[in-house]
């Protein structure tokens, strides 16, 4: 199956099914050297598995990584490492009605209609269990960069129709509630809008921003792999995403120039160059400008519902279907690691092809 490898100089390659024996990833171009173990990448599983609340589905899976390859004596030998996370908790048959059906808003029908065979085990490799090779890889990636001082804060800013208030920012809050919201207050409305949810056997989407901080200006490239366009590419490629925006994004469509122009300055303490505003989130000609990288992705509701939904059969005889099992309510609180760790994966890799667009790099 092609599709399952992201980057060039940094790659991923994710494998695995929801109801298989296991998932993981094979990370292919990280430098030797890096102080690397399991604990590592476990901080960021656990950030993304499963039964944390009530919020979330209530599949139990411990998500352990194991590292198989690539490290040696608590450090990376810049061969391929290799991670796995086993499944342990997956019921199937929970899906054996699901076999000759078509589930709404999901990836049954048309992996059916590529592939002509499809796992209806929970979707097989369209399910977010997936998403554990990304976040597997995106830790490591995230950990190099944190040795070129660069890092990364993720959280929601939505969830359904209750959006964070800028005013009561407080990063200290993201993990400290079960929707990664900065906002205390916010997050205590979110909770009575997904009982709401929960009681009516309905689901919510929300918003997920991803702030990264120092990156030099220059990474990117100026035509077809535009910092921004490799962005796009790697958060639209977690399942659920269905908008993207960098800096201003869609806002920009009622500016004018005068106002979403960025001004350069010169910085007195550093005397390097920097901008008055960060309208365009950090990214100008698809080359990295040193400022923030501000972007945010726009997450669908959950299309596993309680709902009576109408649907069509293999044969096309239309039926009705009711989704029971294990989901969870909102794909957004799982899905922020996963945004940062997908985002790491792209700067990553970027950082390192920039080492070839001058020839005092190669000699250095």
């Not at 698809?286 to 069509?312: L, N």
């Not at 029971?324 to 985002?343: N, Q, Y």
Request: charged share 25%.
């Amino acid at each position: 199956m092609a599709g399952s490898t992201f980057g060039t100089n940094f790659r991923i390659t994710t494998w695995g099914e929801s109801h298989g024996a296991g998932l993981g990833v094979v990370v292919d171009g990280c430098p030797a050297g890096l102080s690397l173990k399991e604990t590592d990448i476990q901080t960021y599983l656990d950030r993304r598995k499963p039964g944390t609340s009530v919020y979330t589905t209530p599949r139990k899976e411990a998500d352990c990584v194991q590292i198989l390859s690539g490290v040696f004596e608590g450090k990376t030998t810049g061969t391929p490492i290799s991670m796995m996370v086993s499944n342990t908790n997956e019921h199937s048959k929970d899906y054996e009605a699901l076999r000759d059906l078509y589930r709404p808003g999901h990836a049954d029908y048309t992996f059916d209609q590529k592939f002509g065979i499809r796992d209806h085990r929970g979707g097989g490799r369209s399910s977010g269990r997936e998403t554990i090779g990304r976040v597997a890889g995106g830790a490591v990636a995230a950990k190099v960069l944190a040795e070129c001082g660069i890092t990364l804060l993720t959280y929601a800013t939505q969830i359904g129709p209750v959006r964070i208030n800028s005013d009561r920012f407080d990063r200290n809050e993201i993990l400290s509630n079960p929707f990664c919201m900065p906002d205390a207050e916010a997050a205590k409305e979110a909770a009575l809008y997904l009982d709401q949810c929960r009681e009516e056997k309905d689901s919510a989407g929300g918003i997920i921003e991803c702030v990264i901080t120092g990156v030099p200006a220059g990474v990117g490239a100026p035509v077809f792999d535009k910092l921004d366009a490799k962005l796009a590419q790697a958060i639209f490629s977690i399942g659920a995403v269905k908008g993207f925006e960098v800096g201003d994004g869609f806002a920009v469509a009622g500016a004018n120039g005068s106002s979403n122009n960025d001004a350069f300055i010169p910085d007195g303490e550093s005397g390097q160059i920097k901008k008055e505003t960060n309208h365009a989130g950090g990214i100008l000609g698809g080359i990295s400008d040193g400022s923030p990288i501000v972007f945010r992705a726009a997450i669908k509701p959950t299309p596993s519902i309680g709902r009576e939904q109408k649907t069509v059969t293999r044969d096309g005889k239309a039926t009705t279907i009711s989704i029971a099992g294990r989901h969870d309510p909102i794909i957004v609180p799982r899905a922020v690691v996963v945004v940062e760790c997908m985002a790491a994966v792209t700067i990553l890799d970027l950082m390192m092809e920039n080492l070839g667009s001058r020839l005092k790099n190669l000699k250095k």
